[in-house]
Each structure stands twice: as structure tokens, then as C-alpha cells.
């Protein structure tokens, strides 16, 4: 390391009362070798660096264990300000423990049930605050819908159809049911919770991943990466997980139903949560942006090609999600069912 760097990693970790030997430097994580053992410092931005220091802090204060320790300075900090940047300190986890995906990730959605679980709370929120969000994106997705109907009926009059235009025209009716059932399940939220005053929040991870999800040499899971920590509803950690597995061919993700079982089997979702996550999940939101760049990019420019590749990876990650929604729909439909049959039972 350079002199200037190396005088300046010294201040940082002079609240820890470590002295480093030798540095590996892994861009914003750095490998030390100290006189306390291994050691792995990250830098983290200011703007997101409160939050993160205040959930882990909630979070060791609930008693939940299964995050990568974070040291605390020698009085009592879990970071340090340097230079308008954050930098906290934990051990180096080598992760060397073997699993495969599919059992590595039901583990982490097991812990991640348990982490929203004991970090859940109940807060207050406006009426008019739940209606002000309720309008505004039922506003803006009545003017895609629409403006999805306004461009197949312009490709529709076209005499010769570009490549792009044919194959929006055949994923049309898909998308558009899409958008329906988002719809109808928003609408059943609002009309579910427009009286309450009440609403879960949790600690949320905020980029739940495999590669977030690391193992000691006995084999325990913890979450590391909470950079990106915030309070909010549950969803707001599952929506981004599974837009990225499903990111993929058309396939029928049997294993990320599982993984959405055990979370479920370990967390009591709620009706209105279920209702908003099946909601967001079920939005083309994806292809909707795919049209509107090339109905907004001027024909001279447009690569029919890229465009194409583009709306049939987005449309392939529509019907890999369809089928998720299908089988936690039926899976709701089935609890509802037995629950009914339970309560005629004890009457």
C-alpha cells in the first residue's frame, strides 16, 4: 500500500485497537492481517451508513445472532468516520463450507424469515397515506395499460410490421393479463387495509443473495453486505430476489417455491401482504419499460435486433413468474380452504 494509504488505514483502525501487518486490498473490502487475527474492513457510504448502523445495532439488541459479527471500537462504535466515508470492521469468514444452491438458499430464506420475524413491528400510518399511494399508482398504471392498448392497435394498422411490433403483437394478450391480475389483487389490498391505521414494518436486508449468505467451518449461515438496510414491508426483500431468479429460459422454478414455502412456513404473512407481494410481483413492469424505449427511440435509431432480444428475455421472466404466482395463488387458496374447514369443524 501506498504511504498516504497506509497512514490513513492505521487512524481507521486505531479505534479498534488493531494493528494491521499486512493489507489485501479488494476494492471497497479490505483483506488485514493484525495483531487480532484476520480482518475484513468495508467502506460504506455516509447517506447509507446511519441506517446501517442503527439496524445492526436493533438487530443485536433483539438477540439475533446470525449476522457476520461486526467489532465494535473500543468505545462501543460499529464504525468509524474517516474522511466522509464509514468503515466497519469483521472477522474474514473463509465460506469454505460446501452446499449446493438449492439447500443453501432454503437455509437463507429459513434465516431471513427468522430475521424479519424478530425485527417485526407495528407502526402507524395515515389513512390518507395508504390512499395517496393507492391512487397514484393506480394512476400511472392506467396510463401504461392504456398506452400498451394505443401501441398494439398503431401495430395492428401497420401494413408491414417490424420484427419488434410482431412479436409485442403475440406477447400482448399475456402481458396484458398480467397487468389485470396486478390490478385486481392491488384493488383487494386497498379495499382489505383502507381502514387501518396499522402496518408491519420490518428490518429489511435490502440485496438478499447467495453470495450475501456465508457459512462458518460448523456449517451456521449469516448474512453479511447489510449496506442496503432499511425498515419496510417484507416484500421489499423478497421482490428483488425473485426478479433475479427468475431472470432466466422459460423454466418451471419448482425449487424457488420451495425456498417461498419455508419462508412462509416460518413467518405469518399476512392476508394484505400476500395480496400486495402477488401485486407487485405479478406487474409487467419490465416489459412495459422494453416498449416504451422503443416507442420513444426515433426509427432511425432503433436496433430491432436488441430490442427484440430485450422483450423476449423480459417476457420469458413474465411467464417464469406466472408460474410462481399460480402456485403461492393455489397455495393461499388451499390454507384459506382448510382454515374454513377447520373453523365448520369447532362450530
Not at 397515506?129 to 391512487?135: L, Q
Not at 431468479?245 to 404473512?269: A, G, N, V
Not at 413468474?321 to 365448520?344: H, N, P, W
Request: aromatic share 14%.
Amino acid at each position: 500500500m501506498e504511504p498516504n494509504q497506509s497512514s490513513n488505514l492505521n487512524e481507521i483502525l486505531k479505534p479498534y485497537g488493531v494493528t494491521p501487518h499486512f493489507v489485501e486490498n479488494n476494492g471497497k473490502v479490505k483483506k488485514i492481517f493484525s495483531n487480532k487475527g484476520t480482518l475484513a474492513l468495508k467502506e460504506i457510504s455516509a447517506t447509507t451508513g446511519v441506517d446501517f448502523v442503527r439496524n445492526v445495532q436493533r438487530l443485536f439488541q433483539l438477540g439475533y445472532n446470525r449476522i457476520v459479527p461486526i467489532y465494535p471500537t473500543l468505545d462501543g462504535r460499529y464504525a468509524v468516520w474517516n474522511k466522509d466515508k464509514l468503515y466497519y470492521c469483521m472477522p474474514w469468514v473463509l465460506n469454505e463450507y460446501k452446499e449446493d444452491q438449492f439447500e443453501k438458499n432454503k437455509k437463507l430464506f429459513r434465516e431471513l424469515a427468522r430475521l424479519h420475524t424478530i425485527s417485526s413491528k407495528e407502526i402507524t400510518i395515515a389513512k390518507e397515506e395508504r390512499e395517496d399511494h393507492y391512487e397514484e399508482l393506480t394512476s400511472r398504471w392506467e396510463k401504461e395499460q392504456e398506452f400498451l392498448e394505443e401501441f398494439v392497435e398503431a401495430c395492428e394498422k401497420e401494413t408491414y410490421l417490424s420484427p419488434f411490433q410482431l412479436i409485442y403483437c403475440l406477447y400482448y394478450h399475456d402481458v396484458s393479463q398480467a397487468l389485470r391480475f396486478s390490478r385486481k389483487k392491488f384493488d383487494e389490498w386497498y379495499e382489505e387495509t383502507k381502514d387501518h391505521d396499522k402496518v408491519r414494518t420490518v428490518i429489511v436486508h435490502g440485496k438478499i443473495s447467495s453470495e450475501h449468505f456465508l457459512y462458518d467451518e460448523r456449517g451456521y449461515g449469516y448474512f453479511h453486505n447489510f449496506e442496503g438496510t432499511r425498515v419496510g414491508s417484507p416484500i421489499h426483500d423478497l421482490l428483488p430476489f425473485l426478479s433475479r431468479t427468475l431472470k432466466s429460459y422459460p423454466k418451471y422454478y419448482d425449487e424457488c417455491i420451495e425456498w417461498l414455502m419455508t419462508y412462509f412456513q416460518h413467518i405469518s404473512f399476512r392476508n394484505e401482504e400476500m395480496k400486495l407481494l402477488l401485486s407487485y410481483l405479478a406487474y409487467p413492469s419490465t416489459v412495459i419499460s422494453v416498449v416504451k424505449k422503443y416507442f420513444h427511440t426515433p426509427k432511425s435509431k432503433r436496433n430491432e435486433m436488441k430490442f427484440v432480444k430485450k422483450i423476449q428475455r423480459h417476457f420469458w421472466l413474465l411467464k417464469n413468474t406466472e408460474y410462481i404466482i399460480m402456485r403461492i395463488d393455489e397455495y393461499e387458496r388451499q390454507k384459506k380452504e382448510q382454515q374454513q374447514s377447520q373453523e365448520g369443524a369447532s362450530t
